[in-house]
Nanobody, 119 residues
Framework: QVQVVESGGGLVQAGGSLRLTCAAS????????MGWYRQAPGKQRELVAT???????TYGDSVEGRFTISRDNANNTVYLQMNSLKPEDTAVYYC?????????????WGQGTQVTVSS
């Protein structure tokens, strides 16, 4: 089992920056990809960014060029640096730690952290 804890959300003005942190604990050796997803009121959860243990990254179209995901494998931590924030980035941001055993995947989610961008 893996526990996932997010931190770093808050209120920021448009154009500002925030940094989110996600720490994983427990059965960390089975974790491959970690990432961030977000869900705004009335909308489906969407991909923000993911990063594999080897460092390969994927970004959602709406954040590419503004957000940067990074990972510290030694401390089982992933970061999301968010720059040039827009009001439409307002959402609850969830961290995901995906365990992999061959082709079997298991997703572990944090409780979420609120990001609010004011105009």
């Amino acid at each position: 089992q893996v526990q996932v804890v997010e931190s770093g959300g808050g209120l920021v003005q448009a154009g500002g920056s925030l940094r989110l942190t996600c720490a994983a604990s427990g059965n960390i050796f089975s974790i491959d990809a970690m990432g961030w997803y977000r869900q705004a009121p009335g909308k489906q959860r969407e991909l923000v960014a993911t990063i594999t243990r080897g460092g390969s990254t994927t970004y959602g179209d709406s954040v590419e060029g503004r957000f940067t995901i990074s990972r510290d494998n030694a401390n089982n931590t992933v970061y999301l640096q968010m720059n040039s924030l827009k009001p439409e980035d307002t959402a609850v941001y969830y961290c995901n730690a995906q365990q992999r055993w061959g082709t079997y995947l298991n997703n572990n989610w944090g409780q979420g952290t609120q990001v609010t961008v004011s105009s």
